[in-house]
T-cell receptor, first 111, second 114 residues
Framework: LAKTTQPISMDSYEGQEVNITCSHN???????ITWYQQFPSQGPRFIIQ???TKVTNEVASLFIPADRKSSTLSLPRVSLSDTAVYYC????????????FGTGTRLQVTL | GAGVSQSPRYKVAKRGQDVALRCDPI?????LFWYQQALGQGPEFLTY????????KSGLPSDRFFAERPEGSVSTLKIQRTQQEDSAVYLC????????????FGDGTRLSIL
């Protein structure tokens, strides 16, 4: 299993762009990179998934360099409601693998 | 609703009692996962079902933990002779097909063992 490393916490002001970087040096060829968001007393919620280069959806962008040893989740113009824990996961999307969440990055957004 | 439903949301039990936690996945979802989340930590994998078959139970911490999904839909996680260290949030997730597809999580059952 590819291990991931993320900052424990980040702070941001409302309206700013937030970039959370995840390191996964031993990512395997078949592995995808997935990010989840978790609010207190709720289950994690899927944000975005990608394999290489850049993926964008309505809530975030995911940047993956060519060597795939890291990835960056970009949240544009965060609001107070984006305060949550963000998890980076690496695993094979084609087989049933054990998702390893780690401790995640606790993002605090303030006015 | 259309999401993953877990019940009860909160469960308090005395040490030594047996508990059963229920998960109703999204209709039609083939894969079902159970996770355990301790306070301040990320979820940890417990077990995985593909339809009614339990394909991976390597994350179950002891033989006191048992999970089933007899008809390939609803799943139950049972913990026998509960211990204080079993106190945690138990999360259920489902995905449309097999594999590490984006998983849809319920809001969990918070289990407290006194």
């Amino acid at each position: 299993l590819a291990k991931t490393t993320q900052p424990i916490s980040m702070d941001s002001y409302e309206g700013q762009e937030v970039n959370i970087t995840c390191s996964h040096n031993n990512i395997a060829t078949n592995d995808y990179i997935t990010w989840y968001q978790q609010f207190p007393s709720q289950g994690p919620r899927f944000i975005i998934q990608g394999y290489k280069t850049k993926v964008t959806n309505e809530v975030a962008s995911l940047f993956i360099p060519a060597d795939r040893k890291s990835s960056t989740l970009s949240l544009p113009r965060v609001s107070l409601s984006d305060t949550a824990v963000y998890y980076c996961l690496v695993g094979d999307a084609g087989t049933a693998s054990k998702l390893t969440f780690g401790t995640g990055t606790r993002l605090q957004v303030t006015l | 609703g259309a999401g993953v439903s877990q019940s009860p949301r909160y469960k308090v039990a005395k040490r030594g009692q047996d508990v059963a936690l229920r998960c109703d996945p999204i209709s039609g979802h083939v894969s079902l996962f159970w996770y355990q989340q301790a306070l301040g930590q990320g979820p940890e994998f417990l077990t995985y079902f593909q339809n009614e078959a339990q394909l991976d139970k390597s994350g179950l911490p002891s033989d006191r933990f048992f999970a089933e999904r007899p008809e390939g839909s609803v799943s139950t996680l049972k913990i026998q002779r509960t211990q204080q260290e079993d106190s945690a949030v138990y999360l259920c997730a489902s995905s449309f097909r097999e594999g590490n597809q984006p998983q849809h999580f319920g809001d969990g059952t918070r289990l407290s063992i006194l």
